[in-house]
Nanobody, 126 residues
Framework: VQLQASGGGLVQAGDSLSLSCAAS?????????VSWFRQAPGKEREFVAYLRQSLGRTYVEDFLQGRFIISRDNARNSLNLRINSLKPEDTGVYFC???????????????????WGQGTQVTVSS
C-alpha cells in the first residue's frame, strides 16, 4: 500500500492550490480514515483535515476552516485538499496518512496513522 501526495509548489500569498493524495495497492474507501497533515520548517507535524470513509464525513481543523477544503475523488482513488487564500504560514510539507479504522478522539495524533505518503512541498511567498 502506498500513498502519494502531489500538487505542491511555489505560490504567492493569496493564491490557491490543490493537493492530491493518491492510493495504490488499495482503495481509499477501504481505510477508516484518510487525513492531511502538514509540517512547517522547524515545527512538529500538525493535523489539517480528515475524511472518515464510512460516513463520508469530512472535517477541517477549526483554525483552517474557510480556506481549506477536503474532498474525495472516487474515480481517481484520491483525496484532495484545496487551499485558498494561501498565506506564508501555510508553507510546509503536506502529508497524507491513513489508518484502517477511525481513531475517534485521537485523529490529530501522528502516531495513530499506519500509512504515510512522502509529502509534497508547499511554499508561499509574501
Amino acid at each position: 500500500v502506498q500513498l502519494q501526495a502531489s500538487g505542491g509548489g511555489l505560490v504567492q500569498a493569496g493564491d490557491s492550490l490543490s493537493l492530491s493524495c493518491a492510493a495504490s495497492g488499495r482503495t481509499l474507501r477501504s481505510f477508516g480514515i484518510v487525513s492531511w497533515f502538514r509540517q512547517a520548517p522547524g515545527k512538529e507535524r500538525e493535523f489539517v483535515a480528515y475524511l472518515r470513509q464510512s460516513l463520508g464525513r469530512t472535517y477541517v481543523e477549526d483554525f483552517l476552516q474557510g480556506r481549506f477544503i477536503i474532498s474525495r475523488d472516487n474515480a481517481r482513488n484520491s483525496l484532495n485538499l484545496r487551499i485558498n487564500s494561501l498565506k506564508p504560514e501555510d508553507t510546509g510539507v503536506y502529508f497524507c496518512a491513513a489508518r484502517d479504522n477511525f481513531p475517534v478522539s485521537s485523529y490529530r495524533r501522528v502516531d495513530m496513522y499506519t500509512y504515510w505518503g512522502q509529502g509534497t512541498q508547499v511554499t508561499v511567498s509574501s
